[in-house]
């Protein structure tokens, strides 16, 4: 349950019933390309995991939703733990705010002079790119970073819009990448092009 303000509640879906939803949709539509939001548990976690490698999924974006925009966390630490283990070294990159790199490194990201160094702790993680988003940083510029292996890392800069609504943007910008690479960019492209 979530307006433009915020989260108010979770539900989380049966494993097994998502597991027939994933079935029911790629056996007949097929997919090009595929986005990731909050995985609430580890159950749903391993049926995500299992779509990708059965239905051999290559262009996969995870925008590993964490924390909600009010700081609340949203999922267990256990359920964090499998999604690193089972999801970063399957997926094409993952989108993480600045809170949710937080959570995963156990340490705070405070400046975009340190953007560099998490991305890399996310892909020694198992991550094969990140596109760490540095909006939740206060300056007149947003900078991400997106790092991808045997390659510099690209630093996105683009001044900050003022608006009071904002929460979804995370959301939003990985959906577009997904989109992107579905149609066939390259995933610095496709970044670039959702950005």
């Not at 964490?66 to 999604?83: P, Y």
């Amino acid at each position: 349950a979530q307006n433009t303000v915020g989260v108010q509640g979770i539900h989380a879906v049966p494993p097994a019933f998502l597991k027939a939803q994933l079935q029911s949709v790629i056996e007949d539509i097929g997919v090009d390309a595929v986005k990731i939001g909050m995985l609430h548990e580890p159950g749903v976690v391993d049926v995500v995991a299992w779509a990708i490698e059965h239905y051999q999924l290559s262009q996969v974006v995870l925008d590993p939703v964490m924390v909600a925009t009010s700081g609340d966390r949203l999922i267990a630490d256990d359920t964090v733990r499998v999604l690193v283990d089972r999801l970063f070294p399957l997926v094409t990159v993952i989108t993480p705010n600045l809170d949710e790199a937080a959570l995963l490194l156990q340490r705070p990201i405070p400046s975009v002079s340190e953007l560099s160094g998490a991305a890399q702790d996310l892909m020694a993680q198992g991550a094969r790119a990140v596109l760490l988003k540095g909006g939740h940083l206060q300056s007149k510029e947003v900078v991400d970073l997106l790092m991808q292996p045997k390659a510099a890392p690209q630093r996105l800069a683009s001044e900050r819009i003022a608006s009071t609504n904002v929460h979804g943007t995370g959301c939003t910008l990985s959906s577009a990448i997904a989109a992107n690479l579905a149609m066939g960019e390259p995933l610095d492209r496709a970044v670039g092009l959702a950005r």
